[in-house]
């Protein structure tokens, strides 16, 4: 099998870039990571400066994989919204006639695993069948482990869970392994104008990042033109009306606390 190391961008894929520069990983054939071209600026900073010189030095190179090149091109141009134009593939929240939901989020599986495996069966070369891929679940995972670990890619041998099977680590194990290395916490991997952000990540998106921040704003917007009752934020609030200076509470914290979106 090929070995190929989905690289998400966040803490868990940090820290099995440093078990491998460890060498306490195998070296994986390939290391890929899928650009969203909608990922927040600090994905990319903590890659060039960090991951990209780690694995160099060990002989491995990065392989940044452009949703706009290796994508599907949907008819109607929009990434956002179905080939079908019936659902908006965001996950975000909803707010009819007073009553609140969230919708499930498809852009993972559009804008990362299809573009991944498009990139690595057609520009690697590598066959779906000799393919496996390296996925950064740590312990604290364990039910989306345990989901991945029912289906046939996981049974057929095209999945690898290094830090549930390999150098099992919990995700506060994770950060420790990689602060040891002498480098810096990796940020949370998320595209900038995810829903499923707390609001002291849409705070630090709106003061450190503004252009991103608004762009998010005219999304939202953009979004609503299809679908009137989707939100960005769950008050169901637009964006640019929200104050996020206030402080959070207790439980403040993402929809999304590994950051992984699958890879």
Same mark, same amino acid.
């Given at each position: 099998?090929?070995?190929?190391?989905?690289?998400?961008?966040?803490?868990?894929?940090?820290?099995?870039?440093?078990?491998?520069?460890?060498?306490?990983?195998?070296?994986?054939?390939?290391?890929?990571?899928?650009?969203?071209?909608?990922?927040?600026?600090?994905?990319?900073?903590?890659?060039? *400066? @960090?991951?990209? /010189? #780690?694995?160099? !030095? +060990?002989?491995? $190179?990065?392989?940044?994989? &452009?949703?706009?090149?290796?994508?599907?091109?949907?008819?109607?141009?929009?990434?956002?919204?179905?080939?079908?134009?019936? *659902? @908006?593939?965001? /996950? #975000?929240?909803? !707010? +009819?006639?007073? $009553?609140?939901?969230?919708? &499930?989020?498809?852009?993972?599986?559009?804008?990362?695993?299809?573009?991944?495996?498009?990139?690595?069966?057609?520009?690697?070369? @590598?066959?779906?069948?000799?393919?496996?891929?390296?996925?950064?679940?740590?312990?604290?995972?364990?039910?989306?482990?345990?989901?991945?670990?029912?289906?046939?890619?996981?049974?057929?041998?095209?999945?690898?869970?290094?830090?549930?099977?390999?150098?099992?680590?919990?995700?506060?194990?994770?950060?420790?392994?990689?602060?040891?290395?002498?480098?810096?916490?990796?940020?949370?991997?998320?595209?900038?104008?995810?829903?499923?952000?707390?609001?002291?990540?849409?705070?630090?998106?709106?003061?450190?990042?503004?252009?991103?921040?608004?762009?998010?704003?005219?999304?939202?917007?953009?979004?609503?033109?299809?679908?009137?009752?989707?939100?960005?934020?769950?008050?169901?609030?637009?964006?640019?009306?929200?104050?996020?200076?206030?402080?959070?509470?207790?439980?403040?914290?993402?929809?999304?606390?590994?950051?992984?979106?699958?890879?």
């Amino acid at each position: 099998m090929t070995e190929i190391f989905s690289h998400g961008g966040g803490t868990q894929s940090a820290a099995i870039t440093a078990l491998i520069v460890q060498g306490k990983l195998p070296k994986p054939d390939f290391v890929c990571i899928v650009d969203t071209e909608r990922e927040r600026p600090t994905t990319w900073q903590y890659l060039d *400066t @960090v991951i990209r /010189p #780690a694995l160099a !030095s +060990v002989g491995i $190179e990065v392989h940044r994989i &452009s949703k706009s090149n290796w994508g599907s091109k949907p008819p109607h141009g929009i990434d956002w919204l179905s080939h079908n134009k019936n *659902t @908006v593939l965001l /996950p #975000a929240f909803t !707010s +009819v006639s007073g $009553e609140s939901g969230k919708l &499930s989020g498809f852009c993972s599986k559009t804008w990362k695993i299809e573009v991944l495996n498009r990139y690595v069966r057609e520009y690697l070369r @590598v066959p779906t069948k000799e393919q496996r891929h390296w996925i950064g679940f740590s312990l604290d995972e364990a039910r989306r482990a345990m989901r991945m670990m029912d289906g046939d890619e996981y049974k057929a041998g095209r999945i690898r869970l290094p830090l549930i099977h390999d150098v099992p680590l919990r995700r506060q194990q994770a950060i420790r392994v990689v602060e040891k290395m002498g480098w810096p916490t990796p940020p949370r991997s998320a595209c900038s104008m995810c829903p499923n952000q707390a609001d002291n990540e849409w705070r630090d998106l709106k003061t450190n990042h503004p252009s991103e921040f608004k762009a998010a704003c005219e999304l939202e917007k953009e979004v609503q033109s299809v679908d009137p009752h989707v939100w960005f934020h769950s008050s169901c609030k637009p964006l640019s009306e929200i104050d996020f200076t206030e402080e959070p509470d207790l439980f403040g914290d993402s929809a999304c606390k590994s950051g992984v979106c699958f890879l």
